[in-house]
């Protein structure tokens, strides 16, 4: 098995169990205790893990995993508002990615009075709320069910995302920063919305104002795969010079 395979391996552990110890991981993957402990430390360079005594937990949002129920009763009218312009940009015939987060299923929401959409999604709350639309050919990724966050992730994941291709891919993030890019609180989450960006003609990236300068642990990607960032309310203008240069519509 390759290095980032076993590593991969081993965050979905933690996120499954909330822990893990070197010393299982290293009869669990047939290495040396020293090989885990230098996977351990690559995670948590990569501010995906933090290690503890003889072992790692999940390292998210402040050290601990903010469950999806709390995270969509956030700025909810915000959410809503981005949705509503995000509804916009959505023509009858769309195949559209969409990821797990509680603002692009403000997005959803509001799209289900369009004809022969095709949806595809890593979310279990999306795809529980499309049971409703005949109107929506609704596929669900499968995958690793990460069960605070109610996505599915992983290598099933992601394969069932690149045998697609969509018109749009409506995505949001922990956090956007000029200088850091796009943001996330974990790679699991992140690798399953790169996948998405990459089978995307069009990428419409879903945040409110909340997260524009905030940091988080893992780089989603930079902003050259963007071509449009709908918020809430209007950006400072140093947000504004830079979506003009970087040729990304701004919509708020």
């Not at 822990?19 to 290495?31: A, M, P, Q, R, T």
């Not at 009218?77 to 916009?88: M, P």
């Not at 969509?166 to 796009?182: M, T």
Request: aromatic share 6%; net charge negative; proline share 2%.
């Amino acid at each position: 098995m390759l290095p980032l395979e076993r590593r991969r391996h081993i965050v979905e552990q933690i996120s499954t169990n909330g822990s893990v110890k070197v010393i299982d991981l290293s009869k669990n993957f047939n290495v040396t205790e020293e090989t885990i402990r230098r996977d351990l430390e690559k995670l948590e360079q990569e501010g995906i893990i933090k290690r503890t005594y003889g072992g790692a937990v999940l390292q998210t949002e402040g050290g601990r995993e903010v469950p999806f129920v709390s995270r969509s009763e956030r700025n909810k009218a915000e959410k809503r508002h981005i949705g509503e312009l995000a509804s916009t940009l959505i023509c009858d015939g769309d195949v559209i990615m969409v990821d797990s987060s509680s603002t692009s299923l403000e997005v959803v929401r509001r799209i289900t009075g369009f004809r022969n959409l095709t949806l595809i999604t890593n979310s279990v709350v999306v795809t529980s709320d499309m049971v409703h639309y005949d109107n929506i050919d609704t596929i669900c990724t499968g995958g690793h069910l990460l069960t605070k966050a109610l996505a599915y992730t992983g290598p099933l994941s992601e394969k069932i995302i690149n045998s697609y291709y969509a018109d749009k891919a409506i995505l949001s993030c922990k956090g956007i920063g000029i200088e850091k890019g796009i943001m996330e609180s974990n790679e699991l989450e992140a690798s399953v919305k790169r996948a998405m960006i990459e089978t995307a003609e069009k990428v419409i990236l879903v945040v409110d104002h909340t997260k524009f300068g905030i940091h988080s642990r893992v780089r989603l990607t930079n902003f050259y795969p963007i071509d449009i960032v709908i918020t809430n309310r209007k950006p400072s203008q140093e947000w504004l010079e830079f979506f003009d240069k970087m040729d990304i519509e701004c919509i708020y």
